[in-house]
């Protein structure tokens, strides 16, 4: 099947997170993608190794449908073959330094220089031009810097997201951006600079606590799992494990209350607003804790499912690859590698088109895998690139 992006070619320098998915989502579209790799493997490609190879669960995910070129780009014959492969592409993905963007030639202006239309796609920690620029970071940092771990955990006991959604969500505003810049080039004939960053995302996501703060300044505490807004709005243990259940509005609360018989509540000032009963929402969550207590999880969502009240369960990495939900639906799909004894499931395509859909047409790539098919592309007879070999470029 066709994708939506055929025929656009893309150079992914990109490493760990932000830049591989932003890379994988443009694959799965149809783009291809040529991942360059370090002649040893790039770091990110051995965290938690699961194959004979020592390649992790997560590379694996997040670089199916790219080719594999091993090169050094510091050395002048890998400056060459990195011309000629931007002369040739229209993006190029790199969540790396400024400085080290220039060193390797795949800054703007030299790309430019190049291509004139490339649009280069850059990720970083902080975004260019502020005191910041020039730090390194990760998806914790810039989740402590946005405001986003100071309201995560408990009060005098901050915590960050265990999943690191700043670079996956960074990843997909860069993927945004890029299908962006492709569109206006197809209008104006000029590439550009499209640049994400890991801080931007996260204050995105966190906007309307940022803003409440600048509008009141109520400098609010963390919560926890419990809801600021709205309630009962929480993580609940049952009798085998826990529920997370989350009312709000008016017509839900009705409804909650009645079931847990407390219609007394519902002319009660202290929850008569969603702003109200997040206010009170220890008092609602410790009855809703009370009324759960004795119930397993499988009964306490049956009651709250008959009731129309928004509820699921709290799952473990094994209980959600066994639950029905995940299974009849689409969301994982098994993808054989070499060095594994069975599949692996990655995600597919995390947005679903109902006419170009995302595919996964080609499984993850080996160390330097199409190496000599991209060489030979470019021109380089196999003497050629027996030198490159020798050279430790490629």
């Known amino acids: 099947m066709s994708g939506v992006l055929d025929g656009i070619r893309v150079l992914d320098f990109g490493r760990y997170i932000a830049g591989p998915f932003c890379g994988m989502l443009l ?36 670089n199916r449908n790219k080719k594999s070129l091993t090169l050094n780009p510091m050395k002048p ?116 600079l499209v640049e994400a960053a890991l801080t931007r995302t996260v204050m995105a996501f966190n906007i309307a606590y940022l803003a409440e703060e600048a509008l009141t300044g109520i400098s609010r505490p963390s919560y926890a799992n419990r809801g600021y807004a709205a309630g009962p709005s929480d993580l609940f243990k049952t009798k085998d494990g826990a529920v997370m259940v989350q009312v709000v509005g008016q017509p839900l609360f009705e409804r909650w209350a009645r079931l847990m018989s407390e219609e007394e ?59 029905p939900h995940i299974k009849a639906m689409d969301f994982l799909e098994e993808m054989e590698h070499p060095g594994l004894d069975c599949p692996i499931p990655v995600n597919t395509t995390p947005v679903k088109l109902h006419d170009t859909p995302g595919t996964i047409r080609q499984r993850t790539a080996t160390l330097g895998e199409h190496t000599a098919e991209i060489l030979a592309e470019l021109g380089y007879g196999e003497d050629a690139m027996a030198e490159l070999h020798d050279k430790r470029v490629a």
Request: hydrophobic share 40%; aromatic share 6%.
């Open 265 to 323: 509540w519902l002319t009660d000032p202290r929850f008569a607003t969603d702003l109200d009963r997040g206010d009170n929402g220890e008092v609602l969550s410790m009855r809703m804790q009370e009324w759960c207590a004795d119930k397993t999880t499988k009964e306490v969502l049956k009651l709250l499912e008959e009731a129309r009240i928004p509820c699921g369960p709290m799952l473990n990495a094994a209980q959600v690859l066994d639950d």
């Open 77 to 192: 014959e890998g400056r060459e073959i990195v011309k000629k492969l931007v002369a040739t592409s229209d993006v190029v993905i790199a969540n790396l330094p400024q400085p080290t963007l220039e060193s390797m030639g795949i800054d703007y202006d030299s790309l430019k220089a190049i291509k004139p239309d490339i649009i280069l796609t850059t990720v970083s920690a902080y975004g260019n031009g502020g005191p910041y620029s020039e730090r390194v970071g990760f998806d914790g940092v810039a989740q402590a810097l946005a405001g986003a771990t100071y309201m995560g955990g408990r009060p005098g006991d901050p915590m960050k997201s265990f999943i690191p959604y700043a670079d996956f969500g960074t990843a997909t505003m860069a993927a945004f951006g890029t299908l962006a810049a492709i569109i206006a080039r197809q209008k104006n004939g000029r590439g550009q």
């Open 27 to 62: 694959g799965d579209m149809g783009a291809e993608v040529i991942r360059i790799d370090k002649l040893a493997g790039s770091e990110d490609r051995y965290l938690v190794p699961v194959t004979n190879q020592g390649e992790g669960p997560l590379f694996l995910a997040l």
